[in-house]
Structures are given as C-alpha cells and as structure tokens.
C-alpha cells in the first residue's frame, strides 16, 4: 500500500510569536492525517465507538527538521509499518513541497471504550494492510 496523504495549510492560529508553526500544532497535523487515511479506508471513529472500539495513541516519537511558516501548504503523509494484533505502528513524514518538514513513528493501539486493551477486528486489519486478508 502506498503512503497516504493529505494537505495542511499553515493559519495564522497555528503559529507562535516568531511566526513560525508551534511545535505542539504538529501533533494535529498529524491526527489529521491519521484520521483522514483511516476515513479513505472507509474506517469511521464513530462507528468503532459504535462497536465499543477506540484507538489510542500510546507514543510517539517526533523529529522536528525545519520549521513551516504560515501560508504553508504542507502535506501530511502516512503509512502502516507494523500491525499486530492489538498494535499498529504509522510512519507519518510533513512535507512542504519535497521537502521533510518532521517525521513522526505512532504507535497506536486498539481498547475498548469501556477500558482496557482490545484486539484489531480481523475486516479492519485487512483493510489497513491488504496483505494480511
């Protein structure tokens, strides 16, 4: 499969005082992202809320490269590296044009609403990496 992506534009509430993007606005760019490549997959929060499902991001390790600036039109990508049976591990990489912005490696796990770990539904690892189905 190849790597999802989705454009940001860079707004003004996204910057701090040097005008440059706030390190902490990076961690939505990124959700963004996540979401909408679940949402092509046609894999709905809501509905997994529905089934007594969630994700949840257990770490997260970012590298900040260059700083984006406002007006910015970056892309977001992401990609599975790694799916378990409880666990995916996500590449993401922020682009401003060809350039790498910050990458992050997620690993996001499966629980229960009610609390407690949960194990990937066997339809929804199949469409997140088509070669387990």
Known sequence: MSAHTFPVRIYYEDTDFSGNVYHAAYLKFFERGRTEFLRDLGIHHHELVEDGLAFAVRSMEIDFIAAARIDDLLTVTTEVLEAG?????????????????????????????????????????????????
């Open 85 to 133: 049976g409880v666990r995916l591990v996500l590449s993401q990489t922020i682009l401003r044009e060809d350039k790498v912005i910050t990458t992050a490696k997620v690993q996001v796990v499966t629980i229960k609403t009610s609390g407690g770990p949960a194990r990937l539904p066997a339809d929804l690892r199949a469409r997140l990496v088509p070669s387990t189905a």
